[in-house]
């Protein structure tokens, strides 16, 4: 059973609108991710954050924002989609220290 | 240059076979993973590794710090095993491209 939920799964929508892509998880872990993946091609980190209130912009981070007011939460929102943005978005988290990742089941994005 | 490389790009067994994939570093690294990418996008985390060798079942890790160069190894591999294997490294999880695994019955 997943313990880091992402939604929608898949979304479709058109250029220009403002989009929320969600990331839940209840591990209580401190750092969150989000990756960009297109199909068959390498993930690219977008945005993490260490703990409530830390963000920090990763590779590809100038085109969408994220915010961490809670632990558990980490929603990284695309101002203005542009079909440029269609891609595969994932979430990820971890406990301080060497621990494992996980990663949540991801967000198909079409932006028509 | 990528900082993290991984060989081979594509590679096809067949079932029972060995494999070995490697992963090859040009940074200083507090950990490396090894993940799991099935068709369809989930990503399962299979290993973190700062030293040595762990195993899981019919996987195997190693790391070499010094040559900054890790491997992940299947024992009998069985069409399952099909998956894209990902090298990762650091907090902030620089990828490697990633290697494709097909294996055939």
């Known amino acids: 059973e997943a313990d880091i939920y992402q939604t929608p799964r898949y979304l479709v929508i058109g250029t220009g609108k403002k989009i929320t892509l969600e990331c839940s998880q209840t591990m209580g872990h401190d750092k969150m991710y989000w990756y960009q993946q297109d199909p068959g091609m390498e993930l690219h980190l977008i945005h993490y954050s260490y703990g409530v209130n830390s963000t920090e912009k990763g590779d590809l981070s100038s085109e969408s924002t994220v915010s961490r007011i809670r632990t558990e939460h980490f929603p990284l929102t695309l101002e203005s989609a542009r079909p440029s943005h269609t891609s595969q978005y994932l979430c990820?988290?971890?406990?301080?220290?060497?621990?494992?990742?996980?990663f949540g089941s991801g967000t198909r994005l079409t932006v028509v | 240059k990528n900082e993290v490389e991984q060989s081979p790009q594509n590679l096809t067994a067949q079932e029972g076979e060995f494999i070995t994939i490697n992963c090859s570093y040009s940074v200083g690294i507090s950990a490396l993973h090894w993940l799991q990418q099935h068709p369809g996008g989930g990503i399962v985390s299979l290993f973190m590794?700062?030293?040595g060798k762990k195993k899981h079942g019919r996987l195997i890790a190693t790391i070499n710090i010094q040559e900054k160069h890790s491997s992940l190894h299947i024992t009998a591999s069985h069409p399952r095993d099909s998956a894209v294997y990902i090298c990762?490294?650091?907090?902030?999880?620089?990828f490697g491209a990633g290697t494709r695994l097909t294996v055939k019955p």
């Open positions: 990762a490294v650091n907090n902030d999880m620089r």
């Open positions: 990820a988290s971890k406990r301080e220290g060497n621990y494992g990742y996980t």
């Open positions: 590794l700062s030293s």
